[in-house]
């Protein structure tokens, strides 16, 4: 089963971009703490949630996968399933997803790379893949069943396709672009249905986007 689709014309709830990454740069790379002017907003957030800084208490767990030289956790359900990235001592990177202790590597098949981004609430995954061959700059979406079955989702015509988040209902929200990056870089919606809408916002970065139901997407590329 493979997503290839058209483009219908679709109004449009979501407003979507992508941030590239360089994947070159190290796994672990620090992250800045966000400035005092951000932190209202991450309590306004909390506190629309039923809950505020003061009376949640945080707690902190290291993910090193076994093996490998960096680990990243990019995506976490309800359940506390994690998703994210690591690399082994080749310099390969894989996804992979622990569920009650458990960790499972994460390989599209025939890939050279493979990043999990999100997991949804029944456990199925999505994120991007790269095949031998092909250069750095491409890639692929995928969905990866709670089964384990692995699903392509391309945007016909475009050298890459990135799988971010993957809502509830099985909506897929990701983006695509080419070789010029900015100038072709489009927020694009996969329905279940098999058809892909898109956001015809030129370089659309960082631009927090929201759909109606609160889930907040991107998009980030393996170049």
């Given at each position: 089963m493979t997503y290839r689709f058209a483009f219908p014309v679709l109004a449009l709830l979501v407003a979507g971009g992508c941030s590239g990454r360089d994947s070159t740069a190290p796994m672990s790379s620090p992250v800045a703490s966000p400035s005092p002017a951000t932190?209202?907003?991450?309590?306004?957030?909390?506190?629309?949630?039923?809950?505020?800084?003061?009376?949640?208490?945080?707690?902190f767990?290291?993910?090193?996968?076994?093996?490998?030289?960096?680990?990243?956790?990019?995506?976490?359900?309800?359940?506390?399933?994690?998703?994210?990235?690591?690399?082994?001592?080749?310099?390969?990177?894989?996804?992979?997803?622990?569920?009650?202790?458990?960790?499972?590597?994460?390989?599209?098949?025939?890939?050279?790379?493979?990043?999990?981004?999100?997991?949804?609430?029944?456990?199925?995954?999505v994120g991007f893949y790269r095949n031998a061959g092909e250069p750095?700059?491409?890639?692929?979406?995928?969905?990866?069943?709670?089964?384990?079955?692995?699903v392509a989702v391309d945007d016909p015509g475009h050298i890459n396709t990135v799988a971010e988040?993957?809502?509830p209902d099985g909506t897929i929200l990701g983006c695509r672009h080419d070789v010029d990056q900015m100038n072709t870089m489009r927020g694009i919606i996969v329905s279940t249905n098999g058809?892909?809408?898109?956001?015809?916002?030129?370089?659309?970065?960082?631009?927090?986007?929201?759909r109606t139901i609160d889930a907040s997407w991107g998009c980030t590329t393996p170049i």
């Open positions: 932190r209202p907003a991450l309590v306004g957030s909390l506190s629309e949630r039923g809950g505020s800084v003061s009376d949640r208490t945080f707690h767990t290291t993910i090193d996968i076994r093996g490998a030289v960096a680990t990243q956790a990019f995506g976490v359900n309800a359940r506390g399933d994690i998703v994210g990235e690591y690399v082994d001592g080749t310099s390969r990177s894989h996804g992979y997803v622990i569920r009650d202790g458990d960790t499972t590597t994460i390989d599209y098949p025939g890939a050279v790379f493979t990043h999990a981004s999100a997991i949804g609430p029944g456990g199925d995954i750095a700059v491409n890639s692929h979406g995928f969905m990866r069943t709670n089964k384990g079955a692995f988040h993957i809502l058809s892909i809408a898109e956001l015809d916002m030129n370089g659309s970065m960082e631009n927090g986007p929201r």
